[in-house]
């Protein structure tokens, strides 16, 4: 059974830095990893989809790596700003009929 | 313009009530789901429907019920409103199946259900 972990829950960080978001999964045997945004009682925006076969995937100031072996998908944030505040959630999908698993997400603060 | 769109936003309601909540889909995906979202922000499936073939995670109660009239709409109906139904609802589609294809999910923004 698949297992995603968002490690840091909650992060608080100063305008301007640049930080890293962390996702591991138990089962490296995935087809892709989708990283969300979820602002305050509103819906998932899609971020980032990497395949199993990429590496790493780059939207504006965002970056995602997938290293499959290890478990792990980190998501880079250049140059943070308020804007970015936001809960950021990884999904993992094990193939088949298996269900997408997601994180539970950290909530992330970039202060003015 | 919207890509999925869920109705109502918010949908308050006494137990043992029956309700639905709405949703439609305009990007032409194949395949749609009923997401639940938990107190501890915890997304879990509940419902694929793919080519009129509906996938249930055996563990969602069969008072919760979802009906496709098109390949663009995926409503969910449920019966006999519990206190432990209270959560967030998110419908998604995506082309392919679980997303495998080039552009994953897309999400609606949530229907927030308080049953009291």
């Known amino acids: 059974k698949q297992e995603v972990t968002q490690i840091p829950a909650a992060l608080s960080v100063p305008e301007g830095e640049n930080l890293v978001l962390n996702c591991s999964f138990t089962?490296?045997?995935?087809?892709?990893l989708q990283w969300f945004r979820q602002d305050p009682g509103k819906g998932l925006t899609s971020l980032l989809l990497?395949?199993?076969?990429?590496r790493e995937q780059t939207s504006g100031r965002l970056n995602a790596s997938l290293d499959k072996s290890s478990g792990r998908s980190t998501l880079y944030i250049a140059a943070s700003q308020p804007g970015d505040s936001a809960t950021y959630l990884c999904?993992?999908?094990?193939?088949?009929?298996?269900?997408?698993?997601f994180g539970t997400g950290t909530k992330l603060q970039v202060i003015p | 313009d919207t890509a999925v769109s869920q109705t109502p936003k918010y949908l308050v309601t006494q137990m043992g009530n029956d309700k639905s909540i709405k949703c439609e889909q305009n990007?032409?995906?194949?395949?749609m789901y009923w997401y639940k979202q938990d107190s501890k922000k915890f997304l879990k499936i509940m419902f694929s429907?793919?080519?009129?073939?509906l996938i249930i995670n055996e563990t969602v109660p069969n008072r919760f019920s979802p009906k496709s009239p098109d390949k663009a709409h995926l409503n969910l109906h449920i019966n006999s409103l519990e206190l432990g139904d209270s959560a967030v609802y998110f419908c998604?589609?995506?082309?392919?199946?679980w997303g495998v294809g080039d552009y994953g999910y897309t999400f609606g923004s949530g229907t927030r259900l308080t049953v009291v």
């Open positions: 998604a589609s995506s082309q392919d199946l």
């Open positions: 089962d490296s045997a995935i087809y892709n």
């Open positions: 990497i395949q199993s076969s990429q």
């Open positions: 999904a993992a999908y094990s193939g088949g009929y298996q269900k997408v698993t």
């Open positions: 990007l032409g995906h194949d395949t």
């Open positions: 429907y793919n080519n009129k073939e």
